[in-house]
């Protein structure tokens, strides 16, 4: 249990273009999903929060008008990156939240999307 | 100061030797811990979590916390070549753990050699 899955797992694109990426947990309902960005030999750096069906708390230091996040439902949670520059090749994570039996929670993390910008 | 700090190694030990990874942290706010490998090129992967000082033990894994020390610890027993991956380090300022915002270590690259 508690799968997530991400799409495309890896994609180029030029610079200038649109990339949407998508999360999805398979096998429960997610209220609260992340969107993370792992440069190399670097840790996670949050991006942004998103709660299903309200706006998406973004970190400080990342443009919401750039990194464009919706959460449509309790399974699904796309981030899209607008207008695409080669600084923004980077792995973007998503991850979801599952609760458990004793109501505890935890982050279960999808499997990445290694971006690349030309 | 970093909230968490975590030696980035690299680590390497032979096949059977017993691992000890380590974070610290600097907010004693902190309350739910957690230990995910992440293999390269992906996403990361939940080993252990827990939400009090004391051991918490799952098959060769051992997750150790000091609250008073604000120190954490991953112990891996009769580590295996397929041990090898970065181990993070996370922990989160709420009781609830998987909804709030998780602050990461840099990781730990670990190597087992056969």
């Known amino acids: 249990g508690a799968v997530v899955s991400q799409h495309p797992s890896w994609v180029i694109c030029k610079s200038g273009t649109s990339v949407k990426i998508e999360c999805r947990s398979l096998?429960?309902?997610?209220?609260?999903m992340f969107w993370y960005r792992q440069f190399p030999k670097q840790s996670l750096m949050l991006m942004a929060t998103?709660?299903?069906?309200?706006?998406?708390?973004?970190e400080q230091g990342v443009e919401k008008d750039k990194f464009l996040i919706n959460h449509a439902s309790l399974t699904l949670s796309t981030l899209t990156v607008t207008s695409a520059h080669p600084e923004d090749s980077s792995f973007y994570i998503c991850s979801a939240t599952s609760r458990d039996t004793l109501y505890q929670e935890t982050q279960y993390f999808g499997p990445g999307t290694r971006l690349l910008v030309l | 100061q970093k909230e968490v700090e975590q030696d980035p190694g690299p680590l390497s030990v032979p096949e059977g030797a017993i691992v000890s990874l380590n974070c610290t942290y600097s907010?004693?706010?902190?309350?739910?811990f957690m230990w995910y490998r992440q293999y390269s090129r992906k996403g990361p992967e939940l080993l252990m979590y827990?939400?009090?000082?004391g051991n918490k033990e799952d098959g060769r894994f051992t997750a150790q916390v000091d609250k008073s020390s604000k120190y954490i610890s991953l112990f891996i027993r009769d580590s295996q070549p397929s041990d090898s991956a970065t181990y993070l380090c996370?922990?989160?300022?709420?009781?609830?753990?998987?909804?709030?915002?998780?602050?990461f270590g840099k990781g730990t690259k670990l190597t087992v050699n056969p």
């Open positions: 998103s709660n299903e069906g309200s706006k998406a708390t973004y």
């Open positions: 827990t939400y009090s000082s």
């Open positions: 096998d429960f309902q997610a209220t609260t």
């Open positions: 907010n004693s706010a902190f309350q739910y």
């Open positions: 996370a922990m989160t300022l709420g009781a609830q753990g998987g909804s709030e915002k998780l602050v």
